[in-house]
């Protein structure tokens, strides 16, 4: 089992004990879960539920809420109650969605009809053992009057758990948080220690009339750093400091409008030039319609031949890869306007442009 580290287990050990004292009481707590952007939420609440099972008097089951494609015929037919300490995974907008005009839930798990819909299965659960409920991503999933009435009316949890980075605080309805610092992760080498944006880019955007072609110099210095990177790791290897050649991955993020279409042949025709490609497996392409080269082994390990990753919004909830360091955002052009704007205001007042680390 993968070790865990410090500030996990800490939030472990808090969960446990407001677990078992709220487990106590005949109404629905609410523990907020708040850890930073790539700490391992998943993994932590993993983790507490395996240590739960084994250390609770209670019988209890877990309804797992998430925004990713799960809960579908295993809940059909002769299945009638969530079993002890069964972990089951829910699809957030399967559940909630409901007919404009009827009211009624659109979703055939939700539906009342002959076998029993989910509604009665956590009916039927109530009635024999105690129901967890953990709430992936809350700030985006539990805040609506339709996600309150689906946890209080519907699920009705003994217990809830709400796991985000931002979650959104409701005093009324909030009896613990176990809270995650930011520096604890950075500490223990999980998360960034800072953010350089636009690294030397407004010095040679000054140079350049054309926003079409400043905006090739932001992907052109995205190619450098990249490079540079490389050949860091490069000299850490051959100095024995690393285990494997680590390859570092740039993230190119393309609109979702039809412009998209337009910048990602433009991003493409640039690799391409540098030798970058799908075929060659450097490049991947992760779109709801293109999948390319984007396999965990492809992508996740460190050694990967995929130096250049296109995607549109974000990739995958809980999806984690160290080695990403370059980020090309759809935000170029507003960008480069304010570094231009900036630029010639420092002009106009007679001053020497620098290096901007604030936009």
């Not at 690393?242 to 337009?262: A, D, F, R, V």
Request: charged share 30%.
């Amino acid at each position: 089992m993968k070790e865990l580290k410090n500030y996990q287990q800490n939030a472990i050990d808090q969960l446990m004990q407001f677990t078992e004292m709220f487990l106590k009481t005949q109404k629905n707590e609410t523990i907020i879960f708040q850890s930073p952007t790539g700490s391992g939420k998943t993994i932590t609440i993993a983790r507490y539920i395996h240590e739960l099972t084994k250390e609770t008097k209670e019988d209890i089951c877990f309804l797992w809420i998430s925004i990713g494609s799960l809960l579908e015929n295993e809940f059909f037919g002769s299945r009638d109650i969530i079993n002890q300490n069964e972990i089951v995974f829910v699809n957030w907008e399967k559940i909630r969605k409901k007919d404009k005009k009827t009211k009624e839930f659109n979703n055939t798990l939700m539906k009342d009809w002959e076998q029993n819909n989910f509604p009665t299965i956590l009916k039927n659960t109530r009635e024999n053992r105690k129901i967890i409920l953990i709430i992936d991503e809350s700030h985006s999933s539990a805040t609506t009057k339709r996600a309150k009435e689906i946890r209080d009316e519907i699920i009705a949890p003994n217990l809830t758990i709400e796991m985000s980075a931002t979650p959104v605080f409701n005093s009324e309805n909030i009896n613990a948080r176990v809270y995650v610092e930011p520096t604890d992760v950075i500490n223990e080498g999980m998360i960034k220690k800072e953010i350089i944006i636009n690294d030397k880019i407004a010095e040679a955007i000054e140079k350049e009339e054309n926003e079409k072609s400043s905006e090739s110099l932001v992907l052109e210095s995205a190619y450098y750093k990249e490079e540079e990177l490389k050949k860091r790791y490069q000299k850490l290897y051959n100095e024995g400091e690393t285990k494997n050649l680590i390859t570092p991955l740039t993230l190119i993020q393309i609109p979702n409008s039809n412009y998209g279409e337009e910048k990602r042949a433009a991003v493409e025709k640039f690799l391409k030039n540098k030798g970058i490609t799908t075929e060659n497996g450097k490049l991947a392409i992760w779109l709801n319609d293109d999948k390319i080269n984007n396999s965990y082994e492809e992508l996740n390990t460190n050694d990967s031949k995929v130096e250049y990753l296109i995607f549109k919004m974000a990739i995958d909830t809980g999806w984690d890869c160290p080695r990403a360091q370059i980020l090309y955002r759809r935000s170029t052009k507003q960008i480069i306007r304010i570094l231009k704007h900036t630029i010639n205001s420092h002009k106009k007042r007679n001053i020497q442009p620098k290096h901007n680390k604030n936009i």
